[in-house]
């Protein structure tokens, strides 16, 4: 049977140290780190009946840490590198391996924008209109929409996938 106080206790005292094991692991990205910690802690709530709360649990939450890690990097380096945007790529000094995502959109698309911006869905079209049509940052677009960084990024990729589909019609 679940109870919520020695859940609390637990994330309490494994909360820091797998914060800083998955930053680590995550190549120092907070937001990533934030993600993945909360992957974990909702994987011993979903299995708490499974779990066996001792000794062990250290070792079974590293595991899972280590698990989630996989896939965050998976998923990373599968749709955030691929939609690196311009603002960035120009802030880290790394231009020449710069996307070519924005410009795309910047050259091509200029003449059909709010003929596109009326063809996607609601999500989609606010994404699309605070990225391309305003041209707002994607931290100022996180902040705005009060979602994590990364998870914005995989939005964006869908954006741009509709797009293009849109265009290609």
């Not at 380096?77 to 311009?86: Q, V």
């Not at 989609?124 to 902040?143: G, S």
């Amino acid at each position: 049977m679940f109870d919520i106080k020695e859940y609390e206790a637990i994330v309490m005292q494994y909360s820091k140290p797998l914060y800083r094991y998955c930053y680590l692991k995550l190549r120092c990205n907070k937001e990533l780190t934030e993600e993945t910690q909360n992957d974990i802690f909702r994987i011993l709530y979903e299995k708490w009946d499974k779990v066996e709360r001792g000794e062990s649990l250290r070792a079974y939450l590293y595991r899972v840490a280590d698990m989630c890690i996989k896939n965050s990097l998976r998923k990373h380096n599968r749709y955030y590198a691929r939609t690196l945007s311009l603002e960035e790529t120009k802030e880290r000094g790394e231009l020449s391996e710069a996307s070519s995502v924005d410009e795309y959109f910047v050259k091509n698309i200029e003449k059909r924008m709010d003929e596109i911006a009326d063809m996607l869905t609601k999500d989609l079209k606010e994404l699309f209109v605070l990225r391309y049509i305003e041209e707002k940052t994607l931290k100022e677009i996180a902040d705005i929409k009060h979602i994590p960084y990364s998870t914005l990024r995989l939005r964006l990729a869908k954006v741009e996938n509709a797009v293009r589909s849109i265009i290609n019609d």
